[in-house]
């Protein structure tokens, strides 16, 4: 079946340090790639999506890029800041225009170091 | 403006029991998600209401799982009879707009012992 890999499964940088992670898509129909933040003790948190006619979008610190041709999107966290520490999840649509779902990576647990 | 809120957060059941898990979903969001972590792995698709008719429950592991959505409202999600395997965290998520810009819930701890 469809699924996403993401990597790497944790990651420690130190705080002010910039912060990658990477995913791979498997259904060359996907067209919607969200990034969602998972705080302690809370529910998963939408931070960027990016659609697949844009190649990268930023906001703030935060950018993410997408290849289209090697079916991979990558998430850059710039200046990390304590407050970064999460366990972040890569998504993609699966279904192609009559996709109804996103499917989830594996998750990163990034640890910002003082 | 009220989250998605889930009920309850953790529970501990002995295996061949029944649980029932709680979502209500932001008011006026007429998709509904349900996913499920297991420990280090994927947040795994469940299935997806649209209102109160099922969309999608391609995700349902076995017909242990039951769904259902009220009146389009609140959904719950049976496990009848819980097996060991079904331990995992259950997230609800809920959008107005299908499967983008979901919203989720803290999750359901689930531990079948």
New interface residues.
């Given amino acids: 079946g469809e699924n996403v890999e993401q990597h790497p499964s944790t990651l420690s940088v130190q705080e002010g340090d910039s912060a990658v992670i990477k995913c791979t898509y498997s259904d060359s129909a996907s067209n919607y790639f969200p990034w969602y933040k998972q705080e302690l003790g809370k529910g998963p948190q939408l931070i960027i999506d990016i659609r697949s006619n844009v190649g990268e979008k930023k906001d703030q610190r935060i950018a993410v890029t997408l290849n289209k041709t090697a079916k991979h999107f990558s998430l850059h966290i710039t200046e990390t800041q304590p407050e970064d520490s999460a366990v972040y999840f890569c998504a993609a649509s699966i279904g192609g225009s009559s996709a109804s779902k996103i499917i989830f990576g594996s998750g990163t647990r990034l640890s910002i170091r003082p | 403006e009220a989250g ?1 809120t889930q009920f309850p957060s953790h529970s501990v059941i002995e295996k061949g029991q029944t649980v029932t898990l709680r979502c209500d979903p932001i008011s006026g969001h007429d998709n509904l ?1 349900w ?1 499920r972590r297991v420990m ?6 469940l299935l ?1 209401f649209v209102k109160e008719s099922k ?2 429950e391609s995700g349902m592991p076995n017909n242990r799982f039951l769904a259902e959505r009220t009146g389009g409202t609140y959904s719950t999600l049976k496990v009848q009879p819980a097996e060991l395997e079904d331990s995992g965290v259950y ?1 609800c ?1 809920s959008s107005q707009g ?10 359901t701890q689930l531990s079948v012992l």
Avoid: P, T, W
Avoid at chain 2, 40 to 45: N, Y
């Fill in positions: 998605v998600y996913y280090g792995k994927e947040i795994k698709f997806h969309q999608d997230f998520a299908g499967y983008e810009k979901l919203f989720f819930g803290s999750g």
